[in-house]
């Protein structure tokens, strides 16, 4: 299993952003999850949305619900996180993250997770 994050950089505030995550060695569609989480400068890395490989429901933290979007294509095995409006705040190092197999449903809870990508630095711009 491997996980390869892209789409990091800087954006000003108010911006967008899209990052990837390449999944390899499993596929999407099926009983896992893929969580997404961030590291400020300081800061204890947060889970900030998920999405259950199984059925596609998806979690978000009220942090960014209505500023991110998770979302999937099972053909290139590939998952997003559409951030908008982007806010100084948001500025971490971002990673992605398998649970396989998911046992309940996909969490923002960094515990739950068996395989990290590496990380990926967005930088928002005030």
């Known amino acids: 299993v491997q996980l390869q994050v892209s789409g990091g950089g800087l954006v000003q505030a108010g911006g967008s952003l899209r990052l990837s995550c390449a999944a390899s060695?499993?596929?999407?569609?099926?009983?896992?999850?893929i969580g997404w989480f961030r590291q400020a400068p300081g800061k204890e890395r947060e889970g900030i949305s998920c999405?259950?490989?199984?059925?596609?429901?998806?979690v978000y933290i009220d942090a960014v619900k209505g500023r991110f979007t998770i979302s999937r294509d099972n053909v290139k095995n590939l998952v997003y996180l559409h951030m908008s409006s982007l806010k100084p705040e948001d500025t971490a190092v971002y990673y992605c993250?398998?649970?396989?197999?998911?046992?309940?449903?996909?969490?923002?809870?960094?515990?739950?997770?068996?395989?990290w990508g590496q990380g990926t630095l967005v930088t928002v711009s005030s």
């Open positions: 993250a398998a649970e396989i197999p998911m046992y309940h449903s996909c969490s923002v809870y960094d515990g739950e997770y068996d395989y």
């Open positions: 060695g499993f596929s999407l569609n099926e009983n896992n999850a």
């Open positions: 999405l259950s490989g199984n059925d596609g429901s998806t």
